[in-house]
């Protein structure tokens, strides 16, 4: 019972924090850019969206493909209709409620494939890690890319820590964020020495060895080249469907590989600190995209786009999978019956 009412309060956060982030990029609009909000978004070519989400369902497909290659191991081999179908699930009901896609995920293949949900639950942390490790290097290769734009910003924000309105050096307010990423430092370190032993300790090292096991595992695999072309091709893909996503919009159409690398890299984070990304995908966007020379009324437009086209294909093809799913597996239950 604690457990759920720990779940339903964390959903209420996440989503209300979603909520508050839609209401704060429409309050900072000025007027001028509510207007050009309102023009982008009569004018878009909405018809575009549908390459981009045709893009993102084959990133998902490959995405199936990935991970019979890390259940192959385990001395199973399932169909990819269905570890399609429980890879799109999986999104599904992530969107739903926060980790709950995870779960669904590998239950659904278990349940269709007759594999141990306990055996899949390895593959899973092996997937996680993996993407970390892709989403940290298009972050680098994001700064790299477009120093100049990065530093300038960089330059920007720092300054305006730095100094107030009148050009005069704030030292007082240095050593304020100083002295509290100390005392957090002392603190942390000190909560370590003393709960050593305890459960919570043990369970952070124990992610952390799982998380080390998963990048190994890597290397052993049977086709190793094989699952880091297919974890190149998924990330690929994301990449492209920003790009035809651009010529939605005459306001983006003039945006590059930097800015979809920009929106790939800071977009994904947006996407893990909401409910399935509503408001901070869509605000991160609004804030990103002036750094490219576009206003924050079409940039918030274009936030809406994306995350349309996003989730869009995720709710579409989730009910569809939810409606095939026993119509696919129905000979394997008159099977099934049959032997019984």
């Not at 892709?134 to 990065?150: E, G, H, K, R, S």
């Not at 010529?247 to 983006?252: C, G, K, R, S």
């Amino acid at each position: 019972m604690k457990k759920k009412t720990i779940n339903t309060l964390q959903y209420i956060f996440f989503l209300g924090l979603g909520i508050f982030l839609l209401w704060l990029s429409a309050r900072n609009l000025s007027s001028d850019n509510r207007q050009h909000l309102k023009n982008a978004l009569n004018n878009a070519n909405y018809w575009l969206i549908l390459p981009a989400m045709l893009l993102l369902m084959v990133s998902h497909y490959i995405r199936a493909l990935r991970w019979k290659i890390l259940i192959r191991p385990l001395g199973y081999s399932p169909s990819v209709i269905n570890t399609f179908f429980a890879t799109i699930l999986g999104y599904f009901f992530n969107l739903l409620i926060p980790r709950l896609g995870e779960v669904m995920k590998c239950t659904i293949l278990a349940k269709h494939e007759k594999i141990p949900a306990d055996s899949l639950i390895g593959t899973m942390v092996t997937e996680r890690i993996c993407d970390f490790i892709c989403l940290i290097l298009i972050i680098i290769i994001t700064i790299f890319i477009q120093f100049d734009i990065i530093h300038q910003y960089a330059s920007t924000q720092i300054n305006s820590l730095l100094y107030d309105g009148q050009g005069r050096f704030k030292i007082y307010k240095i050593g304020t964020i100083f002295g509290i990423l100390a005392a957090i430092i002392i603190v942390l370190t000190w909560l370590a020495r003393i709960f050593s032993a305890s459960k919570f300790i043990r369970t952070i090292k124990k992610i952390l060895t799982g998380i080390w096991a998963g990048i190994t595992s890597i290397k052993h695999l049977e086709n190793k080249w094989l699952f880091l072309l297919y974890t190149f091709s998924i990330w690929t893909l994301y990449l492209l469907s920003i790009h035809i996503g651009f010529y939605t919009m005459e306001a983006v159409s003039h945006l590059g590989l930097k800015a979809s690398f920009s929106i790939l890299s800071f977009g994904s984070l947006a996407m893990l600190a909401t409910q399935g990304g509503i408001g901070a995908y869509q605000y991160t966007i609004q804030k990103l995209l002036p750094l490219y020379a576009v206003a924050e009324g079409p940039a918030l437009g274009f936030g809406w786009i994306l995350w349309i086209a996003q989730t869009g294909i995720v709710i579409f093809t989730g009910i569809l999978c939810l409606l095939l799913l026993p119509v696919i597996n129905r000979g394997k239950y008159e099977i099934s019956s049959f032997k019984q």
